[in-house]
């Protein structure tokens, strides 16, 4: 069994900053990369920013230069330093995970339960 979970959510004024934390934890083999991905109610869920264990990242172009996503790779964990935050940065943020299990050999995505970021006033 593989658990994605999510912390570091919450309510902050536009300009402000939050960090979002993600820990993976079970039977995982290896990780191939980790991420984030927001959606809002009735809406697709969005690539955030992500990034592999080989160091390679990749952000959406709505959050250049605001977000900065880093990896502890030896505790199995992502974070997402917002900065800038605006009210349309407001979604329930999803925590992504590309890793093989223990005793499989095909990679798999898991996610997490979601946690809430509102940019309001």
């Known amino acids: 069994q593989v658990q994605l979970v999510e912390s570091g959510g919450g309510l902050v004024q536009p300009g402000g900053s939050l960090r979002l934390s993600c820990a993976a934890s079970g039977d995982i083999f290896s990780i191939n990369a980790m991420g984030w991905y927001r959606q809002a109610p009735g809406k697709e869920r969005e690539l955030v920013a992500t990034k592999t264990t080989g160091g390679t990242i990749n952000y959406a172009d709505s959050v250049k230069g605001r977000f900065t996503i880093s990896r502890d790779n030896a505790k199995k964990m992502v974070y997402l330093q917002m900065n800038s935050l605006k009210p349309e940065d407001t979604y329930v943020y999803y925590c992504?995970?590309?890793?093989?299990?223990?005793?499989?050999?095909?990679?798999?995505?898991?996610w997490g339960q979601g946690t809430q970021v509102t940019v309001s006033s």
């Open positions: 992504n995970a590309l890793l093989i299990r223990s005793r499989e050999y095909v990679v798999r995505g898991y």
